[in-house]
Structures are given as C-alpha cells and as structure tokens.
C-alpha cells in the first residue's frame, strides 16, 4: 500500500468517526425533547361529564362526557338497562365553550348550584371535571345559576342529537315507515335550536337519503337537513 492510499485511508476514517460523533450529540440533545413530550402526551387530558337521571322521561338516564380534545361519549337508556356508552367527536368550538363554561364556574370546586326555591322534579343532574388524576363535581335538580343553565344545556343539546342518531338507526333497521316522521321532528327542533353538533347527525342521514328502498318523502327530509347542516357548518 502507497503512503497516499494510506494517507486516504486514514482521513476517510477520520472522517466517519466525526461524523458519528456529530450524529450521537444530536440524538442526544434530542432526548430532552422527547422525554418532555412523552411526558406531556402521558398526562390524562381534561374531561367534563354530565348525567341526567330522571325516571319516566326518555331516556331515563343520560350520560355525556367530553374531555379537551373534544373525543367523548355517550350514553342514553332506561335505568334498568346496562350501560352502552359509544363514541362520538365534537367541534372545537363546542368543546372550548364547554371548558370555558366550567372555568366561569371554577371547576365546580366548592360550588353549590341547586335553587332555594320549590320546583318539581326535573331530574338530578351531575357536573362532573377531572384533570391530573382530581376531580370535582356538582349535583342539582334546578339552578338559577345563568352559566351552569348554559352548560348543561349545551350538553342537553347534543344528548338529543344522539337520541336521534339512535332513533334513526332503529328505524332504519326495524321501522322505516316512521322516518318521515321522526325526520320531521329533528326539523321541529333545527327551527327550535335544540340541537347541538348536528354534523353527528350526517351519515346516518346519508343512509337515508341515498337509499330508494326509503320512502321519497324520508329521502327528501333527510336531504333538506344535510343541506340545512352543510350551511350551519
């Protein structure tokens, strides 16, 4: 071998070992970063929920729980029936409503919200916020407090969304006669603004309206409220 190849050799090696030195010194400066984000990501995010339970009503009992990001669930039935919560999603928007809401009313730590005054039963409702591992909660039967009437409204709102999305599934399946019907109720309460996050409400209104098999005038009502929805959204 040449002094030159030698020489080559050499610098060539030289230069790998700076290169590997350069890349172990980022990946390290890297580590902080990623144990503060991992650290971050394993911390359980902020999550609201709210319960009504109220025997004779429909449903008897309802459970909504939404936490920061806005991934929730949902679950109403009768009292005797078992738990059946599924999934759902809502806007940022509604969600940073609901959180703002519950900040106004500092978390319901310490917080007394039923009325002093007599009224009849409306069902015992529960407000409920956890947040790093602690949780608070509240429980009325009738509040003249302005902003907890805004937030369980707001959830109220959604809970009949997905009472519809339920009732339109049921008829889908078992009764499709009673859809132009119960299609002409979610109008009712379109005009009434009784229903919040009505985008949950699109696919299966897609079924509808996309499926012959269903009544013209089911087909039509569902489309009149995709496109009512498409313009609110």
Known sequence: MTQRAGSEIRSRSILRRQRFFHLAVGILGLVPCLCAALAQDSRPVPRLAYTKSLKGSAPEYMALSVDANGQGTYDGRQLADPPSPRPLQISPATTQRLFSLAESLGYFRS???????????????TLTYEAGGQGSQVEFNYTENRTAQQLADLFERIGNVEEHIAQLAYA???????????????????????LLETQLLVPTLEKIASNPRFLHLAQSRAQEILKRIQVNN
């Open 172 to 194: 889908i399946k078992y009764d499709p006669l009673s859809l132009p019907q119960q299609l002409r109720q979610i109008q009712i309460e379109l005009d009434e603004h009784s």
């Open 111 to 125: 917080l007394t919200l039923e009325s002093r005054h007599k009224v009849a039963n409306l069902g015992q409702k």
